[in-house]
């Protein structure tokens, strides 16, 4: 540890160093610097004096009973980087492998069946891809828990069962920081047999040696700062004990995963700068972190007095590293500072000389409150810095530019200097955005609307959802389409294609004013719905309907109630509202939230309560580090998304009296998210998964319909009858929808692994809900139609006892394989479809012109031949049959088009017409 008095580069480090020259004079230990740049093995001298050690480049070596014989078993340039590895880490061994997943890889095979391992609940991806894939194929069983509180873990420490315990610190992006040195103590008096694994790439060697904090064995991704180049991939393990060496060494050389020699030679030379660079990046990180805080932003960074864990980092390690990451408060705001920046390069690793940009939480999101938020784990809009070796002052500046340009920061006049944009400077930025693209409220409520929502799945804890397991949630891209068009003859009109072509309107001035209490601009929902307009609608406008009709009943008491609480004196539109869907409606995939979401966004578009802020400009090609365009996705801002969701949750009130939130939140956010119930001593809420990959699925609706309540009180009754039988149930879905969880959130995981850990998880999971009762003989079916002879993972989705079920379809399943389980299914009389999952969210149709959106061929040019933005024709007579033929396809309104475009081309259609904006 570094004396308090000395500087952290002269710091001293009680480390191995050469012999002394003469047992009359012997020497100090050399400091950190010293030791890495100066590779010396005095039982390794080369012949030929070589300042630099050769590699040997050879597979195999001559001779009988020598040292070396086979590189994999042994090689003289490895040697030499081992030696020096450990001379570094406080370590009497060490061994280099060919990644830092190898490593990993090398230390989880010293577990056993049965064995159980406590890790992090913010670990890097791959390594809860490993331990997902041990659970699953070792029998090993794996506890997350919060490392950050040393309390949390010694619940799961069994004095003989737990073998092994591994950490992380600082944690990545958040930066949080874990007690190595209480941790270790903890475990070796409650489980003196376990071993304390510590994964420490984040700090090297250089900052942070957890051996001397009581570790048994470490591991580094060499790749990152050991190296320190981003030209090589290796991984290092070190630790004291012989027994544990012996078993690691045993396992590379039968596995055949050590470096090779020209990775080893790259690698030490990495090593020699080490100390330099890494005070370099972390004196330049400081000064990036202090910048940052004096803004106002919030900056995770331990070298900041701020930080919640500084004096336990300060205690464990040298210095606070070259890693931070800080909160802007707006999503939109982050990614124009990413794709700003031109000296920080937009990569997801870290350790280079080059310094790095990203955004952890690129994929849409499901926000719902203030409070679940704050509860969240991973902020959307945080981003996060890898500070390289280039100038402390062009980084800043480079920095402070972005900041700029995205409006983050504004100039403060009486200060003289730039602060965080709050407040009226904020609102000026964020005028000028919407002011350039949006008209007025009386042009926004005389536009055509066309909006889409997509519908969910639920991929993983069906029913135990109820019982406080985390369910994970996912968009399906078969969609709800809402069109909103608008009328002049004072009435309101539904048009539900999906429910019986159901059409009714009704006379604006007819409807129950006197019984609403309307919501002023900007004003929020109370969490009760307004029950004294809900009867007045139920007894005077919608008991008209006739026994048919009365299916869309409650649709149509959703839209009239949001379009009356949304509504003033000044803003009372006409309008036709009408919605189609790909999705089957009824089968439990999310299509009433679909629906809600775009009647929500129609609405709130039609009285002026959001307005659509312009596309992000295209960067300049020929300015450094280009970003790359979301050819519209995620064009939407959040702060409109979590309005609409807002209201599609009081849609979805109306619709089913408690919803959890997560059909709507998914409808709107796209993504996938996971979900908690609250409950005693258990916080519930939802996490969006970031970096969630795009999936491709077969839905297949069984056609059986199912009484959801009846099936999850059965459940209940069984947990009541079988309390330990349930009870491990869903334990093992608890920890099936961790692992899933992890591995969808893995940017790294390959694509062939993730899909192999989904359908072992999609097998695993259906079989407990088979146990759990809540399974249908149809269900069983279609699982058996996929299963052989296609091999393909089926589960049901929902409630179960009819509705959908789920297939996942790898990547190199064939055209004439898929288009062969399609006709046996439909043989069957099942309805499947195709489609992927965790796309986009909520979409709105761009208004905007020619250069956001490719109009379709009616839409009118002017006399330079630019395509002008449709202005959507007042209909004369709209109380017509929904089918008639209008003037209206005629004069460029989509209506018409809408309504009888063919339900297999109803997407192609959509999608066809322009830039779609999305969430």
Same mark, same amino acid.
């Given at each position: 540890?570094?004396?308090?008095?000395?500087?952290?580069?002269?710091?001293?480090?009680?480390?191995?160093?050469?012999?002394?020259?003469?047992?009359?004079?012997?020497?100090?230990?050399?400091?950190?610097?010293?030791?890495?740049?100066?590779?010396?093995?005095?039982?390794?001298?080369?012949?030929?004096?070589?300042?630099?050690?050769?590699?040997?480049?050879? @597979?195999?070596?001559?001779?009988?009973?020598?040292?070396?014989?086979?590189?994999?078993?042994?090689?003289?340039?490895?040697?030499?980087?081992?030696?020096?590895?450990?001379?570094?880490?406080?370590?009497?061994?060490?061994?280099?492998?060919?990644?830092?997943?190898?490593?990993?890889?090398?230390?989880?095979?010293?577990?056993?069946?049965?064995?159980?391992?406590?890790? %992090? *609940?913010?670990?890097?991806? %791959?390594?809860?891809?490993?331990?997902?894939?041990?659970?699953?194929?070792?029998?090993?069983?794996?506890?997350?828990?919060?490392?950050? &509180?040393?309390?949390?873990?010694?619940?799961?420490?069994?004095?003989?069962?737990?073998?092994?315990?591994?950490?992380?610190?600082?944690?990545?992006?958040?930066?949080?920081?874990?007690?190595?040195?209480?941790?270790?103590?903890?475990?070796?008096? +409650?489980?003196?047999?376990?071993?304390?694994?510590?994964?420490?790439?984040?700090?090297?060697?250089?900052?942070?040696?957890?051996?001397?904090?009581?570790?048994?064995?470490?591991?580094?991704?060499?790749?990152?700062?050991? !190296?320190?180049?981003?030209?090589?991939?290796?991984?290092?393990?070190?630790?004291?004990?012989?027994?544990?060496?012996?078993?690691?060494?045993?396992?590379?050389?039968?596995?055949?995963?050590?470096?090779?020699?020209?990775? #080893?030679?790259?690698?030490?030379?990495?090593?020699?700068?080490?100390?330099?660079?890494?005070?370099?990046?972390?004196?330049?990180?400081?000064?990036?972190?202090?910048?940052?805080? !004096?803004?106002?932003?919030?900056?995770?960074?331990?070298?900041?007095?701020?930080?919640?864990?500084?004096?336990?980092?300060?205690?464990?390690?040298?210095?606070?590293?070259?890693?931070?990451?800080?909160?802007?408060?707006?999503? $939109?705001?982050?990614?124009?500072?990413?794709?700003?920046?031109?000296?920080?390069?937009?990569?997801?690793?870290?350790?280079?000389?080059?310094?790095?940009?990203?955004?952890?939480?690129?994929?849409?999101?499901?926000?719902?409150?203030?409070?679940?938020?704050?509860?969240?784990?991973?902020?959307? &809009?945080?981003?996060?810095?890898?500070?390289?070796?280039?100038?402390?002052?062009?980084?800043?500046?480079?920095?402070?530019?972005? /900041?700029?340009?995205?409006?983050?920061?504004?100039?403060?006049?009486?200060?003289?200097?730039?602060?965080?944009?709050?407040?009226?400077?904020? %609102?000026?930025?964020?005028?000028?955005?919407?002011?350039?693209?949006?008209?007025? *409220?009386?042009?926004?409520?005389?536009?055509?609307?066309?909006?889409?929502?997509?519908?969910?799945?639920?991929?993983?804890?069906?029913?135990?959802?109820?019982?406080?397991?985390?369910?994970?949630?996912?968009?399906?891209?078969?969609?709800?389409?809402?069109?909103?068009?608008?009328?002049?003859?004072?009435?309101?009109?539904?048009?539900?294609?999906?429910?019986?072509?159901?059409?009714?309107?009704?006379?604006?001035?007819?409807?129950?004013?006197?019984?609403?209490?309307?919501?002023?601009? %900007?004003?929020?929902?109370?969490?009760?719905?307004?029950?004294?307009?809900? &009867?007045?609608?139920?007894?005077?406008?919608?008991?008209?309907?006739?026994?048919?009709?009365?299916?869309?009943?409650?649709?149509?008491?959703?839209?009239?109630?949001?379009?009356?609480?949304?509504?003033?004196? *000044?803003?009372?539109?006409?309008?036709?509202?009408?919605?189609?869907?790909?999705?089957?409606?009824?089968?439990?995939?999310?299509?009433?939230?679909?629906?809600?979401?775009?009647?929500?966004?129609?609405? /709130?578009?039609?009285?002026?309560?959001?307005?659509?802020?312009? /596309?992000?400009?295209?960067?300049?090609?020929?300015?450094?580090?280009?970003?790359?365009?979301?050819?519209? +996705?995620?064009?939407?801002?959040?702060?409109?998304?979590?309005?609409?969701? +807002?209201?599609?949750?009081?849609?979805?009130?109306?619709?089913?009296?408690?919803?959890?939130?997560?059909?709507? #939140?998914?409808?709107?956010?796209?993504?996938?998210?996971?979900?908690?119930?609250?409950?005693?001593?258990?916080?519930?809420?939802?996490?969006?998964?970031?970096?969630?990959?795009?999936?491709?699925?077969?839905?297949?609706?069984?056609?059986?319909?199912? &009484?959801?309540?009846?099936?999850?009180?059965?459940?209940?009754?069984?947990?009541?009858?079988?309390?330990?039988?349930?009870?491990?149930?869903?334990?093992?879905?608890? #920890?099936?929808?961790?692992?899933?969880?992890?591995?969808?959130?893995?940017?790294?995981?390959? +694509?062939?692994?993730?899909?192999?850990?989904?359908?072992?998880?999609?097998?695993?999971?259906?079989?407990?809900?088979?146990?759990?009762?809540?399974?249908?003989?149809?269900?069983? @079916?279609?699982?058996?139609?996929?299963?052989?002879?296609?091999?393909?993972?089926?589960?049901?989705?929902?409630?179960?006892?009819?509705?959908?079920?789920?297939?996942?379809?790898?990547?190199?399943?064939?055209?004439?394989?898929?288009?062969?389980?399609?006709?046996?299914?439909?043989?069957?009389?099942?309805?499947?479809?195709?489609?992927?999952?965790?796309? #986009?969210?909520?979409?709105?149709?761009?208004?905007?012109?020619?250069?956001?959106?490719?109009?379709?061929?009616?839409?009118?040019?002017?006399?330079?031949?630019?395509?002008?933005?449709?202005?959507?024709?007042?209909?004369?007579?709209?109380?017509?049959?929904?089918?008639?033929?209008?003037?209206?396809?005629?004069?460029?309104?989509?209506?018409?088009?809408?309504?009888?475009?063919?339900?297999? $081309?109803?997407? *192609?259609?959509?999608?066809?017409?322009?830039?779609?904006?999305?969430?």
């Amino acid at each position: 540890m570094s004396s308090p008095t000395i500087p952290l580069k002269n710091a001293h480090h009680d480390l191995p160093t050469p012999e002394p020259e003469s047992p009359m004079r012997p020497r100090k230990p050399y400091r950190f610097s010293t030791l890495c740049a100066t590779v010396e093995n005095p039982s390794m001298k080369d012949q030929y004096g070589s300042s630099s050690v050769p590699i040997y480049q050879t @597979a195999t070596f001559k001779g009988m009973g020598n040292e070396y014989d086979y590189t994999r078993s042994g090689n003289p340039t490895r040697s030499h980087l081992e030696h020096h590895i450990a001379k570094i880490s406080s370590a009497a061994h060490a061994f280099a492998v060919s990644s830092g997943m190898a490593a990993l890889d090398i230390i989880l095979r010293l577990l056993k069946p049965g064995d159980e391992i406590i890790a %992090g *609940d913010d670990l890097y991806g %791959g390594t809860n891809r490993l331990l997902a894939y041990i659970r699953t194929h070792v029998g090993v069983i794996v506890h997350h828990v919060d490392t950050t &509180d040393p309390t949390t873990l010694r619940p799961y420490i069994h004095p003989t069962k737990t073998a092994m315990v591994l950490l992380e610190s600082p944690t990545n992006p958040l930066l949080k920081i874990v007690d190595l040195a209480t941790i270790s103590r903890d475990v070796k008096e +409650r489980a003196p047999n376990a071993i304390v694994v510590v994964d420490n790439t984040m700090m090297s060697p250089y900052l942070q040696r957890p051996l001397e904090h009581g570790a048994d064995i470490v591991y580094d991704s060499a790749t990152k700062y050991l !190296s320190g180049h981003h030209d090589l991939m290796a991984g290092v393990v070190v630790c004291n004990r012989a027994d544990l060496a012996k078993q690691l060494a045993f396992t590379i050389n039968a596995v055949g995963n050590a470096l090779t020699p020209i990775d #080893s030679f790259l690698l030490l030379r990495g090593i020699k700068t080490l100390a330099l660079r890494m005070d370099r990046q972390q004196a330049t990180a400081q000064l990036v972190a202090e910048y940052l805080d !004096s803004l106002g932003f919030i900056v995770h960074y331990p070298g900041l007095p701020s930080h919640p864990g500084k004096e336990i980092h300060d205690r464990i390690a040298d210095g606070p590293g070259a890693v931070l990451s800080f909160e802007t408060g707006d999503k $939109e705001s982050s990614e124009r500072i990413v794709g700003g920046t031109r000296l920080w390069g937009i990569s997801v690793s870290f350790g280079c000389v080059n310094s790095l940009i990203s955004m952890p939480c690129v994929m849409s999101h499901a926000s719902i409150d203030p409070a679940t938020r704050a509860a969240r784990g991973l902020p959307e &809009d945080l981003i996060r810095l890898c500070v390289g070796i280039e100038d402390p002052f062009d980084l800043l500046d480079d920095l402070e530019r972005a /900041l700029i340009d995205a409006g983050a920061i504004t100039h403060n006049i009486l200060a003289n200097k730039y602060v965080r944009s709050t407040g009226a400077a904020a %609102g000026e930025v964020i005028a000028k955005a919407v002011e350039k693209l949006t008209r007025d *409220d009386q042009q926004q409520n005389q536009r055509e609307w066309l909006i889409s929502a997509p519908g969910k799945v639920i991929l993983f804890g069906e029913h135990a959802v109820v019982h406080g397991v985390t369910a994970i949630a996912a968009s399906v891209d078969l969609r709800c389409y809402g069109l909103a068009t608008p009328r002049d003859d004072g009435k309101l009109s539904v048009h539900l294609h999906d429910i019986n072509n159901f059409y009714h309107e009704w006379d604006i001035d007819s409807l129950p004013w006197s019984a609403v209490t309307p919501l002023p601009a %900007g004003g929020e929902h109370p969490e009760e719905l307004d029950q004294a307009l809900i &009867d007045e609608l139920n007894n005077k406008v919608l008991n008209a309907l006739d026994t048919e009709e009365r299916q869309a009943h409650a649709a149509s008491l959703a839209f009239l109630y949001i379009y009356m609480k949304l509504a003033t004196l *000044d803003s009372r539109p006409a309008l036709d509202f009408t919605a189609r869907a790909t999705l089957p409606v009824g089968a439990g995939l999310g299509s009433s939230a679909s629906f809600s979401t775009c009647t929500a966004t129609a609405l /709130l578009l039609l009285h002026g309560r959001i307005k659509l802020p312009s /596309l992000p400009a295209p960067s300049n090609p020929t300015c450094g580090h280009v970003h790359v365009s979301h050819q519209g +996705r995620r064009a939407i801002p959040s702060t409109i998304a979590e309005e609409v969701n +807002r209201w599609a949750f009081v849609a979805e009130k109306i619709l089913h009296g408690n919803p959890s939130g997560v059909d709507n #939140s998914v409808a709107v956010f796209g993504g996938a998210l996971t979900y908690t119930r609250a409950g005693v001593g258990r916080k519930g809420g939802m996490e969006p998964i970031q970096g969630f990959k795009s999936l491709k699925f077969l839905l297949t609706n069984s056609k059986i319909p199912r &009484d959801t309540k009846k099936l999850v009180a059965g459940v209940g009754e069984k947990k009541k009858r079988e309390p330990e039988l349930v009870g491990k149930i869903l334990e093992s879905v608890q #920890s099936i929808s961790d692992e899933a969880r992890r591995a969808l959130a893995d940017p790294e995981l390959p +694509r062939e692994s993730l899909l192999s850990a989904l359908s072992a998880l999609i097998n695993e999971n259906h079989a407990h809900l088979v146990t759990l009762g809540v399974s249908h003989p149809s269900l069983e @079916a279609i699982r058996e139609s996929t299963a052989d002879p296609y091999g393909l993972s089926t589960k049901l989705t929902g409630a179960g006892g009819g509705g959908c079920a789920v297939t996942l379809i790898p990547d190199d399943f064939s055209k004439e394989q898929l288009q062969d389980l399609i006709g046996d299914l439909i043989r069957k009389n099942f309805d499947p479809y195709l489609t992927s999952i965790g796309g #986009s969210g909520l979409g709105i149709l761009s208004p905007y012109n020619a250069q956001l959106r490719l109009a379709p061929s009616h839409v009118p040019k002017d006399q330079t031949g630019q395509t002008t933005p449709p202005e959507t024709p007042h209909l004369p007579n709209t109380s017509s049959p929904p089918n008639a033929t209008s003037a209206a396809q005629d004069l460029g309104g989509l209506r018409i088009s809408f309504e009888t475009a063919r339900f297999e $081309e109803l997407a *192609d259609w959509a999608n066809n017409l322009g830039r779609w904006l999305y969430v």
